[in-house]
């Protein structure tokens, strides 16, 4: 693909869906200013100019891209630009299956590297990751209606099922297996294998998602940082950049609760 061509910077237009492990997006794609992000991001573009920048300064179009956690880059696409991208939370399985394919491919600061790591034949956890939410098994949603734990063991179930009462406090893993009537080490397993996160993991993204849900709703910054669990708003606002590049006010008018 060539490289170095210039595009006019496009904004976001599209719908987010948000599960604890994973945020996808789909649709129009904007520009984010050079960044580094405590997420796996996972590149498709279906139509249209996206260019990608790594820490060197090198520029090229891209069509696919597996972006490492951690790694500065910067997104650039021309109006009309649209695609998918996923967000995958480091001890996620998919992304694990990712960073393999990167480490795979080459040099991980390098923007050919995160294109030929794309290129690669697919693994199920990374088409899983990049096909939607709803094909990742186990993972639930933290906004919007209760989700649905039919089919978890009953203990995971009411940990689940107490969390949102907790999540404004520290939310620790004692503290919910106490409501759910198992001891820490084993709820922590039932987390990892039923869920495909370890409990820290899903702790921050459902604080995370929480927030994102309350400022949506109407509540301040502030308000939904300390609402989730987060010292302040500056706090949310870093934790969202790490995520993601985007602050919360970017996200909430895209987030959607999935079925």
């Known amino acids: 693909m060539p490289c170095g061509e210039q595009a006019q910077a496009a904004r976001w237009a599209g719908t987010v869906t948000a599960v604890p492990g994973l945020l996808a997006f789909t649709g129009a794609i904007g520009s984010a200013a050079p960044h580094a992000h ?31 956690a951690g790694v500065r880059h910067g997104l650039r696409a021309a109006p009309g630009a649209h695609g998918l991208l996923a967000y995958l939370d480091p001890a996620h399985p998919a992304a694990r299956a990712a960073g ?7 040099d991980a600061d390098i ?11 697919a693994t ?11 094909t990742l098994p186990g993972v639930r949603c933290s906004i919007g209606p209760a989700a649905d734990t039919r089919g978890f063991p009953a203990a995971l179930s009411r940990a689940l099922e107490a969390a949102p009462q907790l999540i404004d406090g520290p939310l620790l893993l004692g503290e919910l297996a106490a409501r759910a009537g198992v001891s820490a080490s084993r709820l922590g ?17 459902a604080r995370l998602l929480h927030a994102i849900e309350a400022v949506r709703g109407g509540a301040t910054l502030t308000e939904a940082a300390h609402g989730a669990g987060f ?9 969202c950049h790490e995520m993601f590049g985007l602050a919360p006010s970017h996200l909430v008018h895209l987030v959607r609760p999935t079925a």
Request: a positive charge; glycine letters at 4%.
């Open 38 to 68: 405590a997420a796996v991001q996972v590149l498709l573009v279906l139509d249209g100019e996206v260019m990608l920048t790594d820490r060197h300064g090198h520029r090229c179009r891209t069509e696919a891209a597996i972006i490492p």
């Open 100 to 106: 393999a394919r990167i480490a795979t491919a080459g």
């Open 111 to 121: 923007v050919s590297t995160w294109q030929a790591a794309a290129r690669l034949p």
């Open 124 to 134: 199920a956890a990374v088409t899983a990751a990049v096909t939607g939410p709803e």
């Open 189 to 205: 397993h039932l987390f990892a294998e039923h869920l495909q996160l370890p409990f820290p993991a899903w702790r921050r993204w």
């Open 231 to 239: 010292a302040d708003s500056s706090h949310l606002t870093r934790v």
